[in-house]
């Protein structure tokens, strides 16, 4: 079995892919194979037995806890994606094609098949899936109905579109304080707004706001310095 990955993978999307025999993505695919990032959701997928097999428990841990998004190049050199090629989607599918085609006609492939079935016998002998299943489903169970409410207030922020809670403490050097008023338009630094009465004081910012008097509110990477946003193409004047 093929796992062909044309578009990007997250959470889940990533430990499903890694339960066929060979997986591969389209060049410029990125993958986050992390759950916690969303109030510490434990996940379930059968990651836990899926990661560490592919890439080992200690790549597995960076993977899961760093919520570093990783490029196709990078998953190939640690186990995580065997082969990665096309630079578009119909090129991507051509090869793919092409590599199912080989594959089935290898000479090798009885002999993979067999190996394939005494290592999931060996597996199941030590530790069987419905054991990761129970485990996993156990953890993802207290993040639904526990006493820890994070799960819930970070899905509430991602369905309304809220933007992740402030990371970035304002300082007088990098970055100056939002006034508390509305947003009257918002531009880049390559499209600013129609409307823009005001001018970018730091070069290195991803977006800068502007208010209605036409002063500049900057935002970090993405995070404004006292409250929190949407992502710029889901803000409205």
Not at 150 to 161: D, G, L, T
Request: aromatic share 8%; charged share 20%.
């Amino acid at each position: 079995m093929i796992s062909a990955l044309s578009g990007d993978a997250a959470a889940g999307g990533v430990p499903l892919a890694l339960a066929a025999d060979q997986v591969v993505a389209r060049e410029d695919v990125v993958l986050n194979p992390y759950y916690q990032h969303m109030g510490g959701l434990y996940g379930s997928e059968y990651w836990t037995y899926l990661l560490p097999r592919r890439v080992g428990p200690e790549m597995t841990a960076q993977l899961t806890q760093s919520f570093k998004p990783l490029g196709t190049r990078r998953a190939v050199q640690i186990g995580l994606l065997d082969s990665t090629f096309g630079d578009t989607a119909a090129s991507f599918r051509a090869q793919l094609r092409g590599l199912a085609e080989r594959l089935a006609r290898h000479p090798d492939l009885g002999h993979w098949l067999e190996d394939k079935r005494r290592s999931r016998t060996r597996d199941e002998q030590i530790k069987p899936l419905s054991t990761y299943r129970t485990e996993e489903l156990a953890r993802s169970h207290e993040c639904f109905f526990g006493a820890d409410r994070s799960y819930h207030e970070a899905r509430r922020r991602f369905v309304y579109k809220l933007g992740v809670p402030c990371a970035v403490q304002s300082t007088a050097t990098s970055l100056i304080p939002m006034p508390r008023y509305p947003i009257t338009s918002v531009g880049s630094r390559a499209h600013p707004a129609s409307t823009l009465a005001g001018q970018v004081i730091q070069r290195d910012l991803d977006l800068v706001v502007f208010l209605p008097d036409g002063e500049p509110a900057n935002i970090h990477h993405g995070v404004p310095s006292c409250r929190c946003l949407p992502p710029f193409h889901r803000l409205r004047s």
